[in-house]
T-cell receptor, first 110, second 113 residues
Framework: RKEVEQDPGPFNVPEGATVAFNCTYS??????FFWYRQDCRKEPKLLMS???SGNEDGRFTAQLNRASQYISLLIRDSKLSDSATYLC???????????FGGGTRLMVKP | EPEVTQTPSHQVTQMGQEVILRCVPI?????FYWYRQILGQKVEFLVS????????KSEIFDDQFSVERPDGSNFTLKIRSTKLEDSAMYFC???????????FGPGTRLLVL
Protein backbone atom coordinates (compact mmCIF):
# COMPACT_ATOMS: atom_id res chain seq x y z
CA ARG A 1 0.00 0.00 0.00
CA LYS A 2 1.32 3.47 -0.91
CA GLU A 3 2.18 5.60 2.11
CA VAL A 4 -0.05 8.49 1.03
CA GLU A 5 -2.53 7.85 -1.73
CA GLN A 6 -4.63 10.33 -3.70
CA ASP A 7 -6.79 10.20 -6.82
CA PRO A 8 -4.61 11.99 -9.41
CA GLY A 9 -7.62 13.47 -11.25
CA PRO A 10 -7.86 15.75 -13.12
CA PHE A 11 -11.05 17.13 -11.68
CA ASN A 12 -12.57 19.50 -14.23
CA VAL A 13 -15.24 21.66 -12.61
CA PRO A 14 -17.08 24.87 -13.51
CA GLU A 15 -16.64 28.03 -11.49
CA GLY A 16 -18.82 28.00 -8.41
CA ALA A 17 -18.82 24.23 -8.06
CA THR A 18 -18.06 22.34 -4.87
CA VAL A 19 -15.33 19.73 -5.17
CA ALA A 20 -13.99 17.19 -2.69
CA PHE A 21 -10.61 15.47 -2.60
CA ASN A 22 -9.74 12.41 -0.56
CA CYS A 23 -6.54 10.91 0.67
CA THR A 24 -5.54 7.81 2.63
CA TYR A 25 -2.35 7.23 4.58
CA SER A 26 -0.72 4.03 5.80
CA UNK A 27 1.14 4.95 9.00
CA UNK A 28 -1.36 4.95 11.85
CA UNK A 29 1.22 6.57 14.16
CA UNK A 30 1.35 9.76 12.06
CA UNK A 31 0.69 12.87 14.11
CA UNK A 32 0.23 15.81 11.77
CA PHE A 33 -1.45 16.24 8.44
CA PHE A 34 -1.61 18.98 5.86
CA TRP A 35 -3.00 20.02 2.52
CA TYR A 36 -0.52 21.88 0.36
CA ARG A 37 -1.20 23.47 -2.99
CA GLN A 38 1.30 23.33 -5.84
CA ASP A 39 1.11 25.43 -8.98
CA CYS A 40 2.91 24.25 -12.09
CA ARG A 41 6.70 24.21 -11.54
CA LYS A 42 6.39 26.03 -8.22
CA GLU A 43 7.01 25.05 -4.61
CA PRO A 44 4.35 23.45 -2.42
CA LYS A 45 2.53 26.08 -0.38
CA LEU A 46 0.57 25.31 2.75
CA LEU A 47 -3.16 25.49 2.24
CA MET A 48 -4.17 24.28 5.68
CA SER A 49 -3.31 21.94 8.49
CA UNK A 50 -5.80 19.15 9.19
CA UNK A 51 -7.15 18.39 12.66
CA UNK A 52 -9.30 15.56 13.97
CA SER A 53 -12.01 18.03 14.90
CA GLY A 54 -12.13 19.31 11.34
CA ASN A 55 -11.21 22.83 10.38
CA GLU A 56 -12.43 25.46 8.00
CA ASP A 57 -10.69 28.38 6.34
CA GLY A 58 -13.04 30.40 4.20
CA ARG A 59 -14.15 28.22 1.30
CA PHE A 60 -11.90 25.34 2.36
CA THR A 61 -12.79 22.62 4.86
CA ALA A 62 -10.46 19.80 5.90
CA GLN A 63 -11.34 16.67 7.83
CA LEU A 64 -9.27 13.89 9.38
CA ASN A 65 -10.58 10.44 10.27
CA ARG A 66 -7.85 8.71 12.24
CA ALA A 67 -9.74 5.43 12.55
CA SER A 68 -10.01 5.12 8.77
CA GLN A 69 -6.67 6.88 8.11
CA TYR A 70 -8.50 9.17 5.73
CA ILE A 71 -8.13 12.89 5.04
CA SER A 72 -10.44 15.07 2.98
CA LEU A 73 -10.51 18.56 1.52
CA LEU A 74 -13.68 20.32 0.42
CA ILE A 75 -13.56 23.43 -1.74
CA ARG A 76 -16.78 25.41 -2.03
CA ASP A 77 -17.59 28.04 -4.67
CA SER A 78 -14.56 27.17 -6.81
CA LYS A 79 -12.65 30.04 -8.39
CA LEU A 80 -10.50 30.00 -11.52
CA SER A 81 -7.54 30.72 -9.24
CA ASP A 82 -8.14 27.44 -7.38
CA SER A 83 -6.77 25.57 -10.42
CA ALA A 84 -3.68 23.78 -9.11
CA THR A 85 -2.48 20.44 -7.80
CA TYR A 86 -3.54 19.68 -4.24
CA LEU A 87 -1.07 17.65 -2.21
CA CYS A 88 -2.04 15.51 0.77
CA UNK A 89 0.92 15.51 3.15
CA UNK A 90 1.57 13.45 6.27
CA UNK A 91 4.33 14.04 8.80
CA UNK A 92 6.23 11.10 10.24
CA UNK A 93 5.58 10.15 13.87
CA UNK A 94 8.94 11.69 14.80
CA UNK A 95 7.93 14.87 13.00
CA UNK A 96 11.02 15.07 10.84
CA UNK A 97 9.90 13.86 7.44
CA UNK A 98 6.94 14.81 5.26
CA UNK A 99 5.47 12.16 2.96
CA PHE A 100 3.59 13.54 -0.01
CA GLY A 101 0.79 12.03 -1.99
CA GLY A 102 1.03 12.21 -5.74
CA GLY A 103 -1.38 15.14 -5.83
CA THR A 104 -4.85 15.72 -7.24
CA ARG A 105 -5.08 18.08 -10.17
CA LEU A 106 -7.98 20.54 -10.16
CA MET A 107 -8.97 22.59 -13.20
CA VAL A 108 -11.70 25.18 -12.71
CA LYS A 109 -13.26 26.34 -15.97
CA PRO A 110 -15.27 29.53 -16.62
CA GLU B 1 6.42 37.77 5.73
CA PRO B 2 9.63 35.75 6.22
CA GLU B 3 10.35 33.18 3.54
CA VAL B 4 12.82 30.49 2.58
CA THR B 5 15.10 31.50 -0.28
CA GLN B 6 17.16 29.29 -2.60
CA THR B 7 19.95 29.87 -5.09
CA PRO B 8 20.46 29.35 -7.91
CA SER B 9 16.98 29.09 -9.40
CA HIS B 10 18.35 26.98 -12.25
CA GLN B 11 21.55 24.96 -12.60
CA VAL B 12 22.77 23.05 -15.62
CA THR B 13 25.73 20.73 -15.12
CA GLN B 14 27.57 17.91 -16.79
CA MET B 15 27.27 14.36 -15.50
CA GLY B 16 29.99 13.66 -12.93
CA GLN B 17 30.32 17.28 -11.81
CA GLU B 18 29.75 18.48 -8.27
CA VAL B 19 26.92 20.89 -7.53
CA ILE B 20 26.06 22.85 -4.41
CA LEU B 21 22.52 24.06 -3.89
CA ARG B 22 22.03 26.84 -1.38
CA CYS B 23 19.17 27.71 0.91
CA VAL B 24 18.53 30.39 3.49
CA PRO B 25 15.86 29.09 5.88
CA ILE B 26 13.51 31.33 7.84
CA UNK B 27 15.67 33.02 10.46
CA UNK B 28 14.22 31.68 13.72
CA UNK B 29 13.65 28.14 12.42
CA UNK B 30 15.63 25.24 13.83
CA UNK B 31 14.76 22.30 11.56
CA PHE B 32 15.84 22.16 7.94
CA TYR B 33 14.99 19.81 5.11
CA TRP B 34 15.72 18.99 1.50
CA TYR B 35 13.16 17.43 -0.81
CA ARG B 36 13.26 16.74 -4.52
CA GLN B 37 10.65 16.42 -7.24
CA ILE B 38 11.45 14.72 -10.51
CA LEU B 39 9.37 16.19 -13.33
CA GLY B 40 5.88 14.69 -13.30
CA GLN B 41 6.44 12.81 -10.05
CA LYS B 42 5.65 13.42 -6.41
CA VAL B 43 7.72 15.37 -3.92
CA GLU B 44 10.19 13.06 -2.13
CA PHE B 45 11.99 13.56 1.18
CA LEU B 46 15.79 13.55 1.09
CA VAL B 47 17.09 14.63 4.48
CA SER B 48 16.30 16.48 7.69
CA UNK B 49 18.84 18.44 9.73
CA UNK B 50 18.76 19.72 13.29
CA UNK B 51 21.39 20.96 15.71
CA UNK B 52 24.12 20.60 13.09
CA UNK B 53 23.48 16.99 12.32
CA UNK B 54 21.32 14.83 10.11
CA UNK B 55 18.26 13.58 12.00
CA UNK B 56 16.69 11.51 9.22
CA LYS B 57 17.53 10.59 5.64
CA SER B 58 15.86 8.62 2.88
CA GLU B 59 17.26 5.87 0.67
CA ILE B 60 17.76 8.48 -2.06
CA PHE B 61 20.25 10.34 0.14
CA ASP B 62 23.26 8.12 -0.53
CA ASP B 63 26.99 8.81 -0.21
CA GLN B 64 26.88 11.19 -3.16
CA PHE B 65 24.81 13.63 -1.12
CA SER B 66 25.83 15.76 1.84
CA VAL B 67 24.37 18.68 3.74
CA GLU B 68 25.98 21.44 5.71
CA ARG B 69 25.11 24.53 7.65
CA PRO B 70 28.35 26.46 7.11
CA ASP B 71 27.23 29.57 9.01
CA GLY B 72 24.24 30.88 10.91
CA SER B 73 22.08 31.43 7.87
CA ASN B 74 22.91 29.10 4.97
CA PHE B 75 21.96 25.45 4.53
CA THR B 76 23.51 23.64 1.57
CA LEU B 77 23.00 20.40 -0.33
CA LYS B 78 26.00 19.04 -2.18
CA ILE B 79 25.86 16.35 -4.84
CA ARG B 80 29.41 15.09 -5.34
CA SER B 81 29.19 13.42 -8.74
CA THR B 82 25.92 14.14 -10.48
CA LYS B 83 24.04 11.52 -12.46
CA LEU B 84 21.43 12.02 -15.17
CA GLU B 85 18.76 10.81 -12.75
CA ASP B 86 19.59 13.62 -10.32
CA SER B 87 17.81 16.01 -12.68
CA ALA B 88 14.91 17.35 -10.62
CA MET B 89 13.59 20.32 -8.71
CA TYR B 90 15.21 20.51 -5.28
CA PHE B 91 13.24 22.20 -2.52
CA CYS B 92 14.58 23.39 0.80
CA UNK B 93 12.16 23.68 3.72
CA UNK B 94 12.31 24.83 7.32
CA UNK B 95 10.16 24.82 10.42
CA UNK B 96 10.32 26.17 13.93
CA UNK B 97 9.12 22.99 15.57
CA UNK B 98 8.55 19.34 14.77
CA UNK B 99 4.99 18.48 13.68
CA UNK B 100 4.48 22.10 12.64
CA UNK B 101 4.16 23.44 9.12
CA UNK B 102 7.23 23.20 6.93
CA UNK B 103 7.75 26.22 4.68
CA PHE B 104 9.26 25.59 1.27
CA GLY B 105 11.64 27.66 -0.78
CA PRO B 106 11.02 28.29 -4.50
CA GLY B 107 13.32 25.47 -5.51
CA THR B 108 16.41 24.95 -7.66
CA ARG B 109 15.83 23.27 -10.99
CA LEU B 110 18.83 21.02 -11.63
CA LEU B 111 19.48 19.62 -15.09
CA VAL B 112 22.26 17.07 -15.52
CA LEU B 113 23.44 16.54 -19.09
Amino acid sequence: RKEVEQDPGPFNVPEGATVAFNCTYSNSASQSFFWYRQDCRKEPKLLMSVYSSGNEDGRFTAQLNRASQYISLLIRDSKLSDSATYLCVVNSPAGNMLTFGGGTRLMVKP
Amino acid sequence: EPEVTQTPSHQVTQMGQEVILRCVPISNHLYFYWYRQILGQKVEFLVSFYNNEISEKSEIFDDQFSVERPDGSNFTLKIRSTKLEDSAMYFCASTGDLQETQYFGPGTRLLVL
